[in-house]
């Protein structure tokens, strides 16, 4: 699915379980220095007397409407992600009020902003609710599915969109689908050599198992699942809106239809591991989306650096809400879950890990946009 989900999921192994080793320490660094040499081409290869250009003509009026854009985007996408977090953990018999969850989504969202690994906000959220509802391994994977649905909408979205758009199928080059196809092999050797070592297999396996049958029981239910689809395409449709804000501010004047297909792009761009914060990829795919749409790729560079300000700015009050959690000192646990206990089955279930690791590991496998 995109760059969060089973991160989660890993950082929920207990706490005598936990093993820390040079790949916890290597990869955050790895992710960074990857970005670092995204970033790096695009300044080799683009003009940025040009993308300097674009952001030096922003003046103090529009920075500011921007902003206050930004804000008003992330407080309702914000809210609609929330309520599928609560939709999804209260199908799995986890208690949680929606007002909760919104403090703890903005929490999230500040954290990964700011975070070199871009996931870290999500491990903790989901940790801290599955403790505090006392059945850890549920309170997990209810993040891991909430994030994956909403990923799943945006992959669904972005394939739809090349499909009907033969013109951009230039982005997918036959060396990116080899460098692709590359990655997954490789990472697809290093699960399975994992999984072979000591009592790895039986735990993925246990994880597989539990995901699969919670997944039945939310996204794919009946009832709940097209609610949960619903409230993804929601919170895909602002980000949208906050990506078109960006280019108008960056000085873009295509018309709005012409830049959702760039939006969609710079989002999906979001899921390659080689990222800090969602900063790298984003900006490359952003170029490239602009110059395949004849804008220019030196003002999609401008865009993407605009809308990565703007989604930092959208998420400040978390740090607000950050700072005052701070000051209230240790929360009992359940405070802020609110609603009936979780059923016995998860209680049970509650300190087995769908995946083991460390949470400073920050192996990404979704991304942060939806």
């Known amino acids: 699915m995109v760059t969060g989900t089973t991160e989660a999921a890993e950082a929920a192994e207990p706490e005598p379980r936990r093993r820390a080793g040079p790949r916890s320490a290597v990869w955050p660094w790895a992710r960074a220095l990857a970005a670092l040499a995204v970033l ?184 709940l699942g097209p609610r949960v689809a619903a409230l993804s395409a929601a919170v895909l449709a602002g980000h949208v809106v906050l990506f078109l804000v960006a280019a108008r501010t960056a000085g873009a004047a295509a018309p709005a239809a012409d830049l959702v297909a760039p939006a969609v792009v710079a989002l999906l761009a979001m899921a390659v591991p080689a990222n800090a914060a969602g900063w790298g990829p984003r900006e490359a795919a952003t170029a490239a989306a602009f110059g395949t749409a004849g804008l220019g790729a030196e003002l999609g560079l401008a865009t993407a650096v605009v809308y990565g300000l703007l989604a930092l700015a959208a998420s400040l009050p978390g740090a607000v809400l950050l700072a005052l959690r701070r000051r209230s000192g240790p929360q009992p646990p359940r405070a802020d879950s609110g609603g009936s206990a979780p059923n016995e089955e998860h209680r049970l279930s509650s300190t087995a890990a769908p995946l083991p690791a460390v949470a400073s590991d920050g192996r990404p496998t979704t991304p942060d946009a939806v």
């Open 40 to 223: 790096g081409v695009l300044a080799w290869r683009l003009d940025l007397a040009a993308v300097a250009a674009a952001l030096g003509s922003v003046g103090p009026g529009p920075a500011a409407q921007a902003v206050a854009a930004a804000l008003a985007i992330g407080a309702a996408t914000t809210l609609l992600s929330a309520r599928r977090w609560v939709l999804v953990a209260r199908a799995l018999g986890l208690p949680l009020r929606t007002g909760p969850a919104v403090a703890a989504y903005y929490r999230s969202l500040f954290l990964n902003a700011v975070l070199p690994t871009g996931v870290l906000g999500d491990v903790h959220r989901a940790v801290d609710h599955g403790r505090r509802s006392g059945a850890l391994g549920p309170g997990v994977r209810a993040v891991v599915l909430e994030r994956t649905a909403g990923q799943a909408v945006l992959i669904t979205v972005g394939a739809l969109l090349l499909a009907a758009l033969p013109a951009w199928w230039g982005l997918l080059a036959p060396e990116a689908a080899a460098v692709a196809a590359l990655a997954a092999a490789t990472g697809a050797a290093v699960l399975l050599a994992w999984a072979r070592r000591g009592t790895a297999l039986p735990r993925v396996r246990r994880a597989v198992r539990d995901v699969a049958a919670d997944a039945r029981a939310t996204l794919f239910a009946r009832r």
